[in-house]
């Protein structure tokens, strides 16, 4: 276990690299090499991850908190069980992208296209999905309670399950995608049809 604090890893090549029980704090991964990098039970607070590729990273029990991830490449990168509590991603790519059971609770994912994400069983509270493309995105369980939605394309999705509020439908345009029974209703009722 080691404490990282104001430390800087631009351009550092750390693929393949593991790390467990580490904390890092103000940290900046600017540009670096994380690909197929392995975290378990990390902490990384206020940290920048700007140009950072993250493709096939795994990271479990771990948190990034208030983050960076500005041009991050994380294609197939893998989170579980993890928190990416109030982070910022953007002009990112994010295909195939798993993150089952995470704290994704104010995270801004706005302007992103995201094709076949694993979001299972995660938290997306208050998330920022302004403008953001979901494609065959796996979204069961989910609970997207609060989440800005305005311009928000979902298609060919899995929403099963998923906790929605009344204005998601009314902001997100959501096609092609399974729902519940209640979300049809719910759906419904947003957009002022009466059923009888």
Known sequence: MTDHIDESFDEADLSERQFSHDTFENCTFRDADLRELITDTVVFTDCD????????????????????????P????VFSDCSLMGSAISESTMRAVTMTDC????VSLGGLKIHKPVLRGSRL???NLSGTTLVDADLT??????????????SGSDLRGARVDATFWLQATVTETTVDPA????FAVAHGLRLG
């Open 74 to 77: 994380m294609p197939a990168a």
């Open 125 to 127: 509270r208050e998330v």
């Open 141 to 154: 369980g989910v609970d997207l309670s609060g989440a800005r939605a305005v311009g928000t394309t979902v």
């Open 183 to 186: 979300h049809a209703v719910d």
């Open 49 to 72: 991850f700007s140009g950072a590729n993250l493709a096939d990273s795994r990271h479990r029990q771990s948190a990034f908190r208030n983050c960076t991830f500005r041009r991050s």
């Open 103 to 106: 704290d994704l609770t104010l």
